[in-house]
Nanobody, 126 residues
């Protein structure tokens, strides 16, 4: 069992940066691939980024490639999402999620994830 809690969201101007954090409980955290998803009002939840259990493999949605970076520190049970060059289209609730799957083809699909945090709001003003 893994419990997840996001933090670090807030209001930022276009072009600015934010760093989201996800704190995980559970001794088996290092066995899970982790992902970040986001959901804007009236839209479906969409994939943002994922990282393998070891941290050696990462994947990004095309819309955030080159601007966002996902990372993890297993010793601290933490996952991070560094977001740079933010624009108003990045406004959404951001969720951290965990999955036992390691197949990269599954990690962009929210139905592959077993555990979810409560979300943190990111608002980018123009």
């Amino acid at each position: 069992q893994v419990q997840l809690a996001e933090s670090g969201g807030g209001l930022v101007q276009a072009g600015g940066s934010l760093r989201l954090s996800c704190a995980a409980s559970g001794r088996t955290f290092n066995l899970y691939s982790m992902g970040w998803f986001r959901q804007a009002p009236g839209k479906e939840r969409e994939f943002v980024a994922a990282i393998s259990w070891s941290g050696s493999g990462t994947d990004y949605a095309d819309s955030v490639k080159g601007r966002f970076t996902i990372s993890r520190t297993n010793a601290k049970n933490m996952v991070y999402l560094q977001m740079n060059s933010l624009n108003p289209e990045d406004t959404a609730v951001y969720y951290c999620a965990g999955t036992r799957y390691s197949d990269s083809r599954r990690l962009s699909n929210p139905t592959s994830y077993d555990y979810w945090g409560q979300g943190t709001q990111v608002t980018v003003s123009s």
